[in-house]
Structure formats: structure tokens, C-alpha cells
């Protein structure tokens, strides 16, 4: 059986060929582009695959997308509906975005690839997991996926045995780890969805003082990892950008400006959400050992 499974339309487009139930070639889109993050269709670099793998798309027997388009729009839709007024002016961006592409993409693939078989629609979080176990060197392991958002998810718990996976717990959107550490690194002026390793390479030059008015401000911790957030000081869920005024007030300064020169303040709010992130982190992995019994973990997201 050949497989062929794409993910595009968000960040990092990539293709990947499943041969036999052996992974035979990957790659992003970006690197026949030039076009870092290139989101579009993953058309080079599937035919890319495609050659390593010595097959053509008549032979290919499943596309496989990394995701369920529908799910998602339903909970982008209720999400600005919920947030009318506020929401309007990212309504009217994305909108159109979803109307005229990603909700057509059986007919985009079809069109764009030559392709007229069965696809298949994976949960987003299901995919990370597969991602991470599949390519583990485990028989079983637990699994923990953890990012800004899927369709509703934004992390999940489950394990793996044999080839079989099961998924038993998720977090659901608005409150995300992710999303969390992407408005610390949109705070500091850095790229979303890009730069949050910037703020991780900044943590260690700065001290960790901010940790416990993050804790008592922003995100409220749960023994078992989950958080929640206190989407007074956010705007993603609504807008355009990551955070509201309130959150410039609660540290005393303004967002800074990208590309400015990095002060000890910024140092030191790097350091702290590092800090308070790996906490929940640690959390949500002891709580997913107790709960599958397992001693190896996969982590992705």
C-alpha cells in the first residue's frame, strides 16, 4: 500500500511517502521554494516523494491530510461569533481565506496533483501522535502531544501498543501551552508560529522572576498539567494579535519592538515562561505516565 500524506495551508507545508508501512522519502515545501514556512500546497515536494519512492500518483492508494478541515472551521467560526464585535476584523480576513481554499482541498488536490482517489482526514492531534510513536524505536509507549491549537485540541494523552493508537484525554482550545508561549513570543517581539525558539535560547540569560505573577495572573495550573488561561490579558481568540493592554500592564512595559535591542526585562519574561511552561509540561507527562502505566513516553506538538 502507498500512502501519501500532506500537510499545508497553516505553516511548513510538507509531503511524505509511506511505502509498505515503511516511511520512504519527506520534505517541505520550503525547500524547493525558497519560501520560508511555505504554507501552499506541497505540490514540488510531493513530486519530490514521489521519484525517491519510484512511484507515480496513479499508484499512490491514500492521500492523507494531516488534519480535518471542517472541525476546524467549526471551531473558528464559534470562536469569532462568540467574540462579536470584537471579532470582526479577523472574520473578514480569514473568512474568505477558508471559503475560496481550504474547504475545497479534496478538489485542490485533485486538481493540483493529478490525483482522483481516496483521502483521508486525520484528527490533528491523532497525526502528531502518529508522527512521534510511529517513528519511535517502542512496541508501546504513552503519548503526549502538546502545540497551539488543531481543530479543537490544543493537547492530548493517550499510548501507543503495537501498531494501534488511542487517544483518552484532551485539552481544548482557548486554553493552549502553545498559544500561551506564542504570545510571550509575540510579547517580546519575536515571529509567531517562527521565533518561539528564541525565546527558549533567551531563558538562560535571564532570571526567572516573573514566574509566580504569570501563575497568578495569567495561567492557572492543574495537578494534572491542563491549564487555564485568563484570556483577559489575550486577543488571539478574537484578533489579530496575541495580546491585550492588559497584559502590558501587568509588566510594567510595553511589547517590544522586533528587532530592537534586547533588555534585561526581556530576558527576564523569557525565563520566566520558560520556566512556568516546562512546569506544566513536567505535569502533563508524570500525569500521563500514572494514567497509561507505561514507562516510555513520545512527545510532539
Given at each position: 500500500m502507498n500512502i501519501l500524506g500532506l500537510s499545508c495551508f497553516y505553516h511548513d507545508a510538507a509531503a511524505a511517502i509511506v511505502k509498505d508501512g515503511r516511511l520512504t522519502a519527506a520534505a517541505q515545501e520550503e525547500r524547493?521554494?525558497?519560501?520560508?514556512?511555505?504554507?501552499?500546497?506541497?505540490?514540488?515536494?510531493?513530486?519530490?516523494?514521489?521519484?525517491?519512492?519510484?512511484?507515480s500518483?496513479?499508484?499512490i492508494d491514500y492521500v492523507v491530510f494531516y488534519d480535518k478541515p471542517f472541525t476546524k472551521f467549526d471551531r473558528i467560526l464559534a470562536s469569532y461569533l462568540k467574540t462579536v464585535p470584537l471579532s470582526y476584523p479577523v472574520f473578514r480576513k480569514a473568512i474568505p481565506v477558508w471559503l475560496r481554499e481550504k474547504l475545497w482541498l479534496p478538489q485542490i488536490?485533485?486538481?493540483?496533483?493529478?490525483?482522483?482517489?481516496?483521502?483521508?482526514?486525520?484528527e490533528h492531534h491523532l497525526s502528531h501522535a502518529a508522527g512521534a510513536y510511529y517513528s519511535s524505536p517502542f512496541d508501546r509507549a504513552a503519548i503526549l502531544t502538546v502545540d497551539g491549537v488543531g481543530e479543537w485540541a490544543t493537547a492530548s494523552t493517550g499510548k501507543g501498543a503495537g501498531s494501534k493508537i488511542e487517544l483518552s484525554r484532551v485539552?481544548?482550545?482557548?486554553?493552549?501551552?502553545?498559544?500561551?508561549?506564542?504570545?510571550?513570543?509575540?510579547?517580546?517581539?519575536?515571529?509567531?508560529?517562527?521565533a518561539e525558539y528564541k525565546v527558549m535560547g533567551l531563558a538562560p540569560y535571564g532570571e526567572p522572576k516573573y514566574a509566580d505573577m504569570i501563575r497568578?495572573?495569567?495561567?492557572?495550573?492543574?495537578?494534572?498539567g491542563s491549564i487555564h488561561l485568563n484570556l483577559?490579558?489575550?486577543?488571539?481568540?478574537?484578533?489579530?494579535?496575541?495580546?491585550?493592554?492588559?497584559?502590558?500592564?501587568?509588566?510594567?512595559?510595553?511589547?517590544?519592538?522586533?528587532?530592537?535591542?534586547?533588555?534585561?526585562?526581556?530576558?527576564?519574561?523569557?525565563?520566566?515562561?520558560?520556566?512556568?511552561?516546562?512546569?506544566?509540561i513536567f505535569k502533563m507527562a508524570d500525569h500521563t505516565k500514572k494514567?497509561?502505566?507505561e514507562s516510555r513516553l513520545c512527545l510532539s506538538g
Open positions: 524547493f521554494t525558497g519560501i520560508k514556512h511555505d504554507a501552499d500546497l506541497p505540490s514540488q515536494a510531493a513530486v519530490f516523494c514521489l521519484e525517491k519512492a519510484k512511484l500518483m496513479d499508484d488536490i485533485g486538481k493540483k496533483l493529478g490525483y482522483s482517489g481516496k483521502i483521508l482526514f486525520l485539552m481544548n482550545y482557548p486554553h493552549s501551552v502553545g498559544l500561551l508561549y506564542s504570545a510571550f513570543t509575540y510579547f517580546l517581539g519575536f515571529q509567531v508560529n517562527s497568578d495572573n495569567i495561567v492557572r495550573i492543574f495537578n494534572d483577559k490579558y489575550f486577543k488571539y481568540h478574537y484578533g489579530l494579535e496575541m495580546t491585550e493592554k492588559k497584559f502590558e500592564r501587568l509588566f510594567g512595559r510595553p511589547k517590544r519592538h522586533p528587532e530592537s535591542e534586547l533588555t534585561d526585562s526581556d530576558r527576564d519574561i523569557a525565563a520566566s515562561i520558560q520556566k512556568v511552561t516546562e512546569e506544566i494514567i497509561t502505566g
